[in-house]
């Protein structure tokens, strides 16, 4: 097994678990009962685990990248709510044009670390922002 991503919340890993549970790939969360009874143990145990198997990874990337742009057309910025929020690298954040090339050829390991950086307004997170259509 190979851990694809980790979340903080039990909400988004559980989204993306049942996506890739409808393309019909194997694949478990760990670590979510502890993150669920105690959010503050989260950084602790780095938080939830999508795990694959290792033979499913190329697809499981594919599904991934289609997921995350689905995802970020929903999104909307708590800022300017504007919807123009793009996955990028960290240490690339502030040139746009730069961020736009890493992002489009970085592969999708968690080991990059990337932010959610509103392109109107420079706002960035970690993670999405939960105010998205997905809750409505
Ligand atoms: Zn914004």
Redesign the pocket.
Known sequence: MVTVRTFDNYFSANILLGRLQESGIECYLFDEHTVTIDPLLTNAIGGIKLSVRKEDLAMVTGVLKEFDEAFLQAAR??????N??LLVPKQAAGNVIASILTWLFSSYAVSIENVYQ??????ESKTLPEDNTLHN
Request: hydrophobic content about 5%.
């Open positions: 910025c708590p800022r300017c709510h504007d123009n929020i509103c392109q109107q307004c420079g706002y």
